[in-house]
């Protein structure tokens, strides 16, 4: 098998796929992520833990992207989290947090797509490492596919629709 897990990889893979599947969970019955549901308040635990852990792994022993990308999901996360109390930014707040929380999404599947790319099927990966081909592909893939999903949310708050959507969701 080329390219093994550490015991901390496997951790944080294992970690990382609570947020992924809570992330999408709660775009299909939401149409976005929301903290004040249980499952957005897993995603968002989940989601710190797959950050912080994501700081003890480097295939080369220093800061990398992947560290970059854990500090940005963590900040952003975080910003989303005190909007609602930046009264001054008045109806942009629920444009901007819908923004916020799918971008942390679209940002825990990027290192995702590439790693998966580059270590399935064990014996012949499809990819090898972010440079290559099949990745750069998928990646793109993923961008259009996150511009049309903010896109969309966009119009849904603009049609007061996302709000109508979590009026009845009960605050966990």
């Given at each position: 098998m080329a390219n093994p897990l550490s015991l901390l990889g496997e951790i944080h893979?294992?970690?990382?796929?609570?947020?992924?599947?809570?992330?999408?969970?709660?775009f299909a019955k939401y149409?976005?992520?929301r903290p004040?549901?249980?499952?957005?308040?897993?995603?968002?635990?989940?989601?710190?833990?797959?950050?912080i852990s994501a700081f003890g792994l480097s295939s080369t022993g220093g800061f990398n992207p992947g560290h970059a990308l854990a500090i940005i999901v963590l900040l952003v996360?975080?910003?989303?989290?005190v909007l609602p109390k930046l009264g001054f930014l008045g109806r942009l707040i629920p444009y901007l947090r819908n923004l916020g929380f799918s971008f942390t999404?679209?940002?825990?599947?990027?290192?995702g797509i590439n790693e998966t790319l580059s270590r399935l099927p064990p014996s012949h990966p499809i990819g090898n490492g972010p440079d290559s081909p099949p990745v750069q592909t998928a990646l793109?893939?993923?961008?259009?596919?996150?511009?049309?999903?903010?896109?969309?949310?966009?119009f849904l708050v603009s049609r007061g629709q996302a709000r109508r959507v979590v009026a009845w969701v009960p605050h966990v």
């Open positions: 893979t294992a970690i990382s796929i609570v947020p992924a599947v809570a992330g999408l969970y709660s149409r976005a992520i004040e549901t249980t499952v957005g308040k897993v995603y968002l635990s989940t989601l710190a833990l797959s950050a996360s975080a910003i989303c989290l999404y679209f940002l825990l599947w990027v290192p793109l893939i993923w961008v259009v596919l996150f511009a049309a999903g903010s896109l969309a949310q966009a």
